[in-house]
């Protein structure tokens, strides 16, 4: 009798584990949750399809983020967006219960992931789905906020706005863009003149959705939520550039000596809970002078200016440490 060989690998059980704990989530199939059942049969299709997509490797990565980024080459864009669609059912579980439903959640994601395939600056040396994560987070929480607004409008309105949504997630999946209110208002049958006057009528509603250009020539699909700075949140480029230099820091403190190391971590908050001591409070914690605790911290700063200068592996940190 020949051996049976079967081959184990540990990433799939732990795909099909999560993908379990979505399935989970949904709801059980009875007479008065027809609607639901339904939503729920569509999730289970959608994570089965998804599911058979490769993922690709950080060369694979790069090559096809510079083909986007260098040609504007659609279909590399629909590969990225497709090997990353996993990533997004992974962060819309965690807005479940928060007004939206699963199937609408993994929607909205979708369009943030979208956008950061189209931004993605591959140059910049950061992966592509710590990237992604912003904008899919930005564009869940955005239709989360969205939807509570709108319940303030008639009823009417409402079923008008969720028509114009349904409409420009459908074209932009269609599309691999945002589309433009031409191409919204055909789709829905209705005038621009029309599609223009609903959006002003929940302009409160919808205004950071609206198109960002005035003229024919400016409609290139931004919108003017683009250019909103929230103050809650952090930018990716910039957002990705800290967790870096965090990361060097770390690596850097591990060289130092053990009360360098905790000092220089107290002074500048750099544990998880951020919180930066005065020279008074962390002598008093580890009962030495004030003046004792600076010199500590002077020399661990001058330690790590050499390192700097030394290794071009901290070139990032010259600028921070002078």
Known sequence: MS?????????EIQEDKEDEDILETLSPKTDDNLTSATSDD?????????????LLSHEEEIAISKKIQEEHCEISKNILVNANLRL??????????????????IQEGNMGLMKAA???????????????????????????????????????????????KKATIDLTTELGRTPTKQEIAYRLGY???????????????ISIEAPAGQKKEE????????????????????????????????EMLNKLSPREKEVLILRYGLDRNGTKKTLDEIGMQYGVSRER????????????KKMCKNGEEHRELKNYFG
């Open 3 to 11: 051996d049976t060989h079967i081959d184990f690998n540990p990433n």
């Open 42 to 54: 569509s999730v289970r299709i959608y994570l089965q399809q998804i599911g058979k997509i490769p």
């Open 88 to 105: 997004v059912v992974s962060i819309a579980k965690k807005y479940i219960g928060r007004g939206l439903s699963l199937l609408d959640l």
């Open 118 to 164: 189209e931004r993605f600056d591959y140059t910049k040396g950061y992966k592509f789905s710590t990237y992604a994560t912003w904008w899919i987070q930005q564009s869940i929480t955005r239709a989360i906020a969205d939807k509570a607004r709108m319940i303030r409008l008639p009823i009417h309105l409402i079923d008008s706005l969720n028509k114009i």
């Open 191 to 205: 005038s621009t003149s029309k599609l223009a006057s609903l959006i002003k009528s929940a302009q409160t509603t």
């Open 219 to 250: 409609e290139d699909g931004a919108k003017i939520g683009d250019y909103i700075v929230d103050e809650n949140t952090i930018a990716p480029e910039a957002r990705v550039s800290q967790e870096n230099l965090l990361g060097e820091v770390r």
């Open 293 to 304: 605790i600076r010199q500590i911290e002077n020399r661990a700063i001058s330690k790590l």
